[in-house]
């Protein structure tokens, strides 16, 4: 009895402690657009060629056009300075493809719940960016548009959770 007690006692010390850790972000990267400045932004999430073919993510066209515009924002990121109205048109861009997405009869999309929440949160964050483009500084427009990334990346995550569990 009293070894079972043991076992029982040390792993809740395990699971306390392991549930403790603080984890940060692997993929940040440090963008140097001012030597007074250390900006971070993430880069964005890239499907796998092989899951993209067994879940038929590429037959998804509007998430096609979402991904490919995100990746021209993630881009224009790293040339912020000299790219300032380019900025506002993949903003336009990014809210007409995020809108788009939501009448799509992709089966993965129209079947998951979880998968629709998240590109909401996606839309919302691209339709306040923008709203606010024009009023934000520099460090405070690099930010929010780091956090269209963030949650493009949680969708995306999302999507290849779902579709894993669909696919086994």
Known sequence: M????????????VIFSSCNQNIEP?????????????????????????????SSLDEWTEFKLLKS???????????????????QDVLN?????????FSSDFELYNENPEIKGRLK??????????????????????????KIIIYYNYSANMIVSKANDTIN
């Open 2 to 13: 009293i070894k079972i007690l043991n076992k029982k006692f040390l792993f809740t010390i």
């Open 26 to 54: 692997v993929n940040e990267i440090p963008i140097q657009n001012n030597p007074t400045e250390n900006l971070e932004t993430q880069s964005t999430f890239v499907f796998d060629e092989i899951f993209i073919d067994e």
């Open 69 to 87: 515009d995100i990746l021209d924002l993630s881009n224009s990121i790293q040339e912020y300075d000299s790219v300032i109205k380019f900025n």
């Open 93 to 101: 861009q990014l809210s007409n493809s995020s809108t788009e997405i």
């Open 121 to 146: 949160l996606l839309n919302i964050q691209i339709q306040k960016t923008k709203y606010n483009f024009n009023r934000l500084d520099k460090s405070e427009a690099l930010n929010e548009l780091n």
